[in-house]
């Protein structure tokens, strides 16, 4: 005879398993099939170097202290520190080996909007693919593509140095479980093509969001205080506030804004600094209309 | 009459005196210097945009403006002044003086390169303040801190 106790047990353990295995589907790495990927035919090398600079893919994964045409090395080792410990951006150069040169399509493309890497495992959002999730599957296979003809390099980049519980996958499973969406950041009414073009650049490729956003404590960043500022990750210091609202560029035109990007100058000829040095760099490759673009965008979201 | 002057001169050395105090912060000191050049800047800059005529004065001061900065601008950076006045300096400027000081005369140094071919047109002047410009912020990426 099974004993009440026996059977209240089992109902436990039962239970436990079926939250367990509830726990395990919603934190597993979820990779888009193969298919998802096929048809997007020959990249457009061209809009793949828009991509490429949009995305900032060089300030992470070029060498540190890369200049001029050494951005387009992919060697990675740049240390990137954070609250939870310090990244080493990756070799994603095409060598085969200590390149992502033996990836498909597909893996990248996974890494990109899902975050999973080619071996399957979660990739620590240190890797922006919260906000790159929101990338079209043309600018993902264009901007393969592009990545493509990069030189090769050997340089095999440190590992993360993460203390733990940081330095276990599993726990950003629960990260994406709470956080990972490609839902738009902040609702624009009647957002004309410009300011939706800027939405896209702002909230996905351009990841703007990821330093003047401010976060939980678990990593999330909070939507109601979407680009209104943030403690510098890196330290001392603060990112600013980039809304309407902002002390700093609050008062600047769409038109100042734009050419803070190109030029890296303020409308009083304070030149850009920090972080955002790298970041104007790169902003200063795209077409003028992307800038207008942003600056239309960063000038129609609600003020914080 | 001998008094008069005598109170006139104590009263300007006074106002001196008193400009000096509210200017001796080398916080202040060097926010200060850093507004000149973003002011010669600014000044080119409007002649390189075409809203202001080409005017090789304006021009040359700008320069020298810049070119002086850059000569005493370190000098202001003693220890303990890492903080207070609302300063944006980064305390990797403490840690890296050497370098610090290196960059304060590449940029002195470019100026005056610019200075003895002055840019005799709007595109001259426009040429010559976009890598300006590169240089404000190889020293600004590393060195200032947004605290605000």
Redesign the interface.
């Known amino acids: 005879m099974v004993s009440r106790v026996a059977k209240a047990s089992a109902s436990v353990i039962v239970l436990g398993l079926g939250l367990a295995g509830a726990f395990y589907l919603a934190t597993a790495p979820d990779a888009l099939p193969e298919s998802h990927w096929a048809g997007l035919g020959v990249p457009d090398l061209e809009n793949g170097r828009r991509v490429f600079w949009a995305g900032g893919c060089a300030s992470c994964h070029a060498a540190p202290g890369a200049k001029d045409d050494e951005r387009l090395v992919l060697a990675g080792g740049l240390p990137l520190k954070s609250p939870f410990g310090t990244f080493y951006g990756p070799n994603i150069s095409p060598d085969e080996t200590a390149g992502i040169g033996g990836w498909t399509l597909a893996e990248f493309g996974n890494a990109m909007k899902r975050g999973v890497g080619a071996a399957g495992e979660h990739l620590y959002p240190a890797f922006p693919y919260g906000s790159y999730i929101r990338a079209t599957d043309k600018d993902v296979n264009d901007l393969w593509g592009f990545l493509g003809t990069l030189p090769k390099s050997s340089n095999v980049a440190p590992p993360h140095d993460l203390p733990f519980p940081f330095n276990i996958r599993m726990g950003i499973g629960v990260w994406k479980f709470l956080y990972l969406t490609d839902a738009p950041r902040v609702a624009l009414a009647d957002a004309d093509d410009r300011q939706k073009h800027g939405q896209y650049l702002v909230e996905g490729l351009g990841h703007c969001g990821e330093c003047h956003t401010p976060r939980t404590e678990l990593g999330g960043l909070i939507d109601a205080e979407w680009l209104a500022g943030a403690p510098n990750p890196e330290g001392e210091g603060r990112v600013p506030d980039i809304t309407p609202g902002s002390k700093s560029i609050g008062s600047w035109s769409a038109g100042d804004i734009a050419s803070y990007l190109e030029t890296g100058f303020t409308p009083e000829y304070d030149s850009v600094g920090g972080s955002m040095v790298e970041v104007q760099r790169n902003m200063a490759m795209l077409p003028a209309e992307d800038r207008e673009a942003i600056a239309a965008y960063l000038k129609a979201i609600p003020a914080r | 009459m001998k008094f008069k002057a005598v109170v006139a001169a104590a009263m300007l050395v006074a106002m001196g005196a008193g400009a000096v105090v509210a200017a001796d912060e080398p916080q202040e000191v060097r926010q200060q210097m850093?507004k000149r050049v973003?002011?010669a800047?600014?000044a080119m800059?409007g002649i390189a945009k075409g809203e202001k005529p080409y005017d090789a004065e304006v021009v040359r001061t700008a320069l020298t403006t810049i070119d002086e900065v850059s000569k005493t601008f370190p000098d202001y950076f003693p220890a303990g002044s890492d903080t207070g006045f609302e300063t944006?300096a980064?305390?990797k400027i403490w840690e890296n003086m050497d370098d610090f000081k290196a960059k304060a005369a590449a940029l002195g140094k470019e100026a005056e390169t610019i200075l003895a071919s002055l840019p005799a047109d709007q595109a001259g002047v426009g040429a010559a303040i976009?890598p300006l410009?590169?240089t404000?912020?190889?020293c600004?990426?590393l060195y200032?801190?947004?605290?605000?």
């Open positions: 850093m973003g002011g800047m600014g800059a944006e980064s305390p976009g410009g590169k404000c912020g190889a600004h990426e200032r801190l947004k605290k605000n």
